[in-house]
């Protein structure tokens, strides 16, 4: 009996593990290169992070349901930083747009570290959906620079949000 219950709670962790999401890995980076990945997921204000939207790799459409006065929609979305040496520094602005707010409220301050020698850091945001539906474009302009060389490599990120 304490067999088959190791067994079975060895096939739902190995099933749990291989639905969950992974850091996406970019496609044509070279090697040393700093670049950010990320995953948008939405759901609700208990779990924000409950459906997956879309992420950098493979690059899929984003759609995100509309905030109504009755059925809030709230966003996670997760950034990783990956650092290429000793330490990448990230400094820059990202505009979440599709988010609720002014306009002011959409753009905020990148400024993170990846420390260790190939290392992911991560940053998630998490808000509440527009109520107007449309097209939204995020935009993630940073400076990594490679502590150990004083290397700078401008990053550019920017994808569409499709709130309907």
Same mark, same amino acid.
């Given at each position: 009996?304490?067999?088959?219950?190791?067994? !079975?709670?060895?096939? =739902?962790?190995? !099933?749990?593990?291989?639905?969950?999401? $992974? =850091?996406?890995?970019?496609?044509?980076? %070279?090697?040393?290169?700093?670049?950010?990945?990320?995953?948008?997921?939405?759901?609700?204000?208990?779990?924000?992070? $409950?459906?997956?939207?879309?992420?950098?790799?493979?690059? &899929?459409?984003? =759609?995100?349901?509309?905030?109504?006065?009755?059925?809030? =929609?709230?966003?996670? !979305?997760?950034?990783?930083?990956?650092?290429?040496?000793?330490?990448?520094?990230?400094?820059?602005?990202?505009?979440? &747009?599709? +988010?609720?707010?002014?306009?002011?409220?959409?753009?905020?301050?990148?400024?993170? #570290?990846?420390? /260790? &020698?190939?290392?992911? #850091? &991560?940053?998630?945001? !998490?808000?509440?959906?527009?109520? #107007?539906?449309?097209?939204?474009?995020? +935009?993630?302009?940073?400076? %990594?620079?490679? $502590?150990?060389?004083?290397? /700078?490599?401008?990053?550019?990120?920017?994808?569409?949000?499709?709130?309907?």
């Amino acid at each position: 009996m304490q067999i088959r219950l190791v067994a !079975i709670l060895t096939l =739902v962790a190995l !099933i749990g593990s291989a639905c969950a999401k $992974r =850091v996406p890995e970019p496609t044509g980076v %070279a090697p040393g290169t700093p670049y950010i990945s990320w995953v948008l997921m939405y759901g609700d204000g208990d779990t924000p992070d $409950r459906e997956f939207s879309c992420q950098s790799q493979p690059r &899929n459409e984003c =759609v995100l349901p509309v905030s109504k006065p009755d059925a809030l =929609v709230h966003s996670d !979305i997760h950034f990783y930083y990956h650092g290429v040496g000793g330490e990448t520094k990230y400094d820059g602005t990202k505009n979440l &747009n599709y +988010l609720q707010g002014s306009p002011d409220s959409h753009m905020s301050t990148v400024s993170i #570290t990846a420390t /260790k &020698n190939e290392s992911i #850091t &991560n940053e998630s945001v !998490i808000g509440i959906v527009t109520s #107007t539906p449309g097209t939204y474009t995020v +935009l993630v302009a940073v400076t %990594a620079t490679v $502590r150990a060389t004083g290397t /700078k490599h401008p990053i550019q990120e920017s994808f569409q949000v499709v709130v309907q």
